[in-house]
């Protein structure tokens, strides 16, 4: 009776032993986050996603890993922004579909709301930025990390234009936000919503004539090669946010939570600094490749959209516009 015993023991603690090694084996690999974006491996977005996926291993001595999904691989925006919210993406980059989900963020897609870049990085960097991105949280369960600039978007066409009177019929690929829609019929144009990744093969076949987008986006996607003029009229100066699922920063332990937020910062100013270097490389491989830059009067553009401006204020958040608005004085 005492050999059973004894035996009974013995096993038990082998189990125990068992599991504790098991245990630590799980407990030492490390956590595996993804994090998807739209653009090409070539773009700014990517190489900032790089590098935050370094940093953050780097930062986490390896218990966080972050793999990037370039290429809409993970899905359009809106299926990005979805994926965080049940927690099947981990981190993504994206820009003005937001506001299909929190609304307030229209505000910043409005045309012509930005009076430069300058005027963008005091809003966004400070306390009007971080409350976006607070109320965002709290509305969609979706966490903003970091405002990353981007160069002001530009139309593209096949079709000479230097005035909003040479928009009329001309069909543009806009993103699914009311304000880009709405803006551009009071510009003249007739906006289609569509996805980024349809959108080559749709000038290409005649689908859509135009499109907007920050140049080096619409250089790296090669859109260039169908069409004819690039037409500066810097009608959004915009950003990219980094974005997290929420879900996901509630399972890392707090100095992992602390790494992630510092690998994003840190991102955030190597992405700055090389977006507009390459605007500049990216515009000039676009002219060698053929295409022919317009210059024009922007101002009958922005006259043509403040009563949609207007409007869509008093719909979205009419204190948040006029803040924005009240720091170009």
Known sequence: MKWV??????LMAVVMLSACSAGSSVADEPKVLRLGHI???TNAWHKGSVRFAELVEEKTNGSVTVEVYPSSTLGSDRDLVEGMQIGSVDFALVAGVMSNFYQPYSILELPYLFEDSDHLEEFVYGEGGQKLQQDMLEKTGVRGLEFW????RELTT???????ADL?????????IEASVEGWKAMGASPTPMNFGEVYSSLQTGVIDAQENPIAFTASARIHEVQDYLVKTDHVFGYVQLLMSDLTFKELTEDEKEAVMEAAEEARDYQNEIVYKEEQEALDMMIEEGVEVIEVDQEPFRKAVQKVNERLADKY?????????????
């Open 168 to 176: 009329k019929g001309v069909k543009i690929r806009v993103p699914n």
């Open 149 to 152: 600039l981007r160069g002001p």
């Open 39 to 41: 653009q090409s491996e």
């Open 317 to 329: 958040d009419r204190e948040l516009y006029d803040t924005i608005q009240a720091m170009r004085e």
């Open 5 to 10: 015993k004894r035996s009974y023991v013995l």
């Open 158 to 164: 096949n079709k000479l234009v230097q005035s909003p």
